[in-house]
């Protein structure tokens, strides 16, 4: 089991839930090779391309982000998305504990419309992710 119990990672979540806040991203990472301990590294206002210049490529982490997009010119809506990210370069018994790990991640992390696992910075890509999302709402203007 990952411990996802440390108040700031609860914070955070919220604060990235707030329609109050500019805050649209925040980042998991565990607290050292060894330990399953998650701990709040990093939050954000720059969307899935600030995240996705501060991942390493060593580590296994978990981010949780608001997108905003367009479904035509009058509306503009808000998802959020789970990442599970896995370096390229991510030790292989931190790999293994991936699956449980997320269950637990899910737990704390816990309202979000898609999930996406990224290898590689290029699966967090904005514009395919947007693509998935207006999937999963539902409402779609443009025959996507």
Sequence with gaps: MADVSDPAID????DVRSDKSDTNWLL????SDR???????STGKGGLAELREILDEDKASYAYV???YSNDKESTREKFI???WIGPHCKIMRKAKIGVHTSDVKSALRVYSIEVAAREKDDLN????V???RKAGGASYDGV
């Design 28 to 31: 998991l990472d565990y607290e």
């Design 11 to 14: 914070e955070a979540y919220q």
């Design 126 to 129: 904005e514009d395919p992710i």
């Design 35 to 41: 330990s399953d301990t998650l701990k709040l590294t």
């Design 82 to 84: 789970l990442v599970t």
């Design 66 to 68: 608001r997108v905003a």
């Design 131 to 133: 693509i998935r999302l």
